[in-house]
């Protein structure tokens, strides 16, 4: 335990130390914790040793990456994205992997040979993602697309798995097959361990459409956040069991649990219970990764790793500048498209790993290869800094354009709460053509209102992993529509101290909490009882027989007179005296306002249409 507890600590202090470094230096966060695994590796500082069984650990870092893109696969962003995917994204794979299968055939059979065709025409959705997140390039053209590439890849990293463990019944290793620590069903006939696993993974699907939304709900009601989280646990870690029960990959279960909760309302919830994990996960995967790097097989065949890993680089950086050409992305776009997607990626530890257990390629195959992905890799973030500082003239025009072709139409606004006033808020929006991101903490009332067709999402507004799942970094504008003070206080401090460039709406329920988040810097507050109150007044008053054109304008001349005095009387809430006579006077002057009824007044109450008349 203390052992353990050691290295977890240089981990995390290794991560803390280097990642701020390279982020400083523009390397990004990826670059920085391979540096830091380099550094403390056996080749380094020699604080870790056991480079391989930290990597089994961590790679579980990438089984939940799997998850979360899983949840990103809603069939509407699958549509929209359909011809990138498909065109960008197939093209890519099935031309680099009939490339590189073609040339190792040179030097190996074709079962090995193919292996290794399809492992390396993968890149590192962790370090593209990250990097161009941080760079402000997602919304780009070349950002749209390698987003398609890395999803198409994602996706194929599914058959892979079945595919490779395949390949060994064919090649002449004759490795042992995978052994599940709980149930061997290599001991059954082949036509047993098809059905057994098909019935696995359907038995993924089913459950978890049919019932994980009923058990979320039940542990949604309890308020306890900490078993909200222990399930999502389980729901990762149990799939990715009973996919290892079968012989299959556990990262395939992971994205298929994900898949079939895509649409739930509790994707969002999800996503920011499992992000920390998979980012403190994925981080020390990388470390291991820099730490991993055999420097003495490196230095004793210099040649052949760094010449495997050119080439990988040449090739694929070949084959994607073709498929920008033939599928017409912007000269501008074209070298930041192939250069993004030039490397090894992360799932080919995972899946030379399994080429390993399963006995299709032998080690001394596998440790050049697997070194000359993590030298590609560790360069990618060095080719990216390189591409910014020579098109820096260029990336400055991209980002000036940025602004005016993002596509904000679903991240607009937020709406946190879909309580009474909310649902009403919520059904304006949608009726003007703005869809917003709904947050609601009440399991019951998320379940009602989707079944009346609203896109609710069940999830705690006042989290900071929730906000960015939600898409705080781009929205424009939070309404916040639930009524306990203390948590939209909290909700508003978070708000300002993260995304200050939120524009913030809210509800109060009298002057005294009006103040307390005009203290706070937030000027667009409203009563949520006001606008009834008016209402009210004016039906009333159209009962007694006032023409109802002048029962309206009385209406905005009130309304827009209480919102002018309402700044004065906040400078003298401290004062009861000062407060309790400008209340007074207000009062007096708005009585002798409603009753002019000159011409002069006719004015005045036109004026009264205008929101922002200073006059009044």
Not at 137 to 156: H, I, N, P, R, Y
Not at 217 to 230: L, S
Not at 372 to 392: E, Q, R, Y
Request: glycine share 6%; with cysteine; aromatic share 8%.
């Amino acid at each position: 335990m203390e052992a353990f507890l050691l290295q977890f600590f240089i981990f995390l202090t290794a991560a803390a130390i280097s990642v701020p470094i390279a982020k400083k230096l523009g390397l990004g966060s990826v670059l920085g914790y391979l540096i830091a695994g380099i550094i403390i590796g056996p080749f380094g500082a020699s604080l870790i040793h056991d480079i391989e069984e930290i990597m089994h650990f961590t790679e579980f870092g990438v089984v939940m990456m799997l998850f979360l893109v899983g949840l990103e696969l809603k069939p509407s962003l699958l549509w929209q994205l359909k011809t990138p995917i498909l065109g960008f994204g197939g093209t890519q794979v099935i031309v680099t992997s009939a490339i590189i299968t073609v040339v190792s055939l040179l030097f190996l059979p074709w079962q090995q040979a193919l292996a290794v065709g399809l492992i390396l025409s993968l890149s590192s959705t962790a370090i593209v993602l990250q990097t161009l997140q941080e760079k402000g390039k997602m919304k780009t053209e070349a950002g749209q697309s390698v987003f398609a590439v890395l999803l198409f890849q994602d996706l194929a990293v599914i058959p892979m798995l079945a595919i490779i463990p395949l390949l060994a019944t064919l090649t002449v290793l004759g490795g042992d097959h995978h052994s599940s620590v709980l149930v061997d069903i290599s001991i059954l006939p082949n036509y047993m361990q098809i059905i057994v696993t098909l019935a696995a993974i359907m038995l993924v699907l089913v459950l978890g459409k049919y019932a994980c939304r009923p058990v979320f709900r039940a542990i949604a009601k309890t308020g306890v956040r900490e078993i909200f989280v222990a399930v999502a646990l389980s729901l990762v870690i149990g799939t990715s069991l009973l996919m290892m029960t079968v012989g299959l990959s556990p990262a395939l279960g992971a994205f298929l649990a994900g898949v079939v909760l895509a649409d739930s309302e509790f994707r969002h919830e999800l996503e920011s219970d499992i992000e920390p994990f998979k980012g403190l996960l994925l981080g020390i995967f990388f470390i291991s990764i820099g730490a991993s790097l055999n420097f003495t097989l490196i230095s004793n065949n210099i040649a052949l790793i760094l010449g495997l890993t050119l080439a990988l680089i040449t090739i694929k950086w070949l084959v994607l500048i073709t498929i920008g050409l033939v599928f017409r992305i912007s000269p501008k776009e074209r070298p930041l498209f192939a250069i993004a997607l030039a490397q090894g990626g992360e799932f080919a530890f995972v899946l030379f790993q399994l080429t390993k257990s399963s006995g299709v390629l032998p080690i001394d195959i596998i440790e050049p290869l697997i070194s000359a992905v993590a030298i590609s890799m560790f360069l990618a973030p060095i080719l990216f800094v390189l591409h910014d500082k020579m098109n820096k003239d260029d990336l400055d025009t991209q980002n000036d354009i940025e602004e005016d072709v993002i596509d904000k139409s679903d991240h607009k606004v937020i709406l946190a709460g879909f309580g009474r006033l909310g649902t009403d808020i919520g059904r304006f929006l949608l009726s003007a053509g703005i869809k917003p991101t709904i947050l609601d903490y009440d399991a019951n009332n998320v379940e009602v209102l989707r079944k009346l067709g609203f896109e609710v999402y069940y999830g705690d507004a006042t989290r900071l992993d929730l906000l960015e799942s939600a898409g705080a970094a781009n929205a424009e504008i939070l309404i916040i529509s639930f009524s306990d003070i203390v948590l939209v206080k909290h909700l508003v401090e978070l708000t300002k101290k993260h995304y200050p460039h939120l524009k913030i709406v809210l509800n109060a329920k009298d002057r005294e909490s009006t103040f307390e988040f005009m203290d706070l810097g937030v000027t667009d507050i409203y009563s949520a009882t006001f606008g009834t109150a008016l209402n009210m007044g004016e039906s009333a008053i159209k009962q007694l027989g006032m023409d109802p054109y002048e029962v309206h304008r009385l209406k905005q001349i009130f309304r827009k007179k209480d919102a002018e005095i309402l700044p004065e009387l906040y400078k003298k809430r401290c004062e009861e005296d000062s407060y309790i006579s400008l209340y007074k006077k207000h009062h007096a002057q708005l009585e002798e306002v409603m009753k002019l009824d000159n011409n002069e007044n006719l004015a005045a109450l036109d004026k009264a249409w205008t929101a922002k008349n200073p006059e009044l």
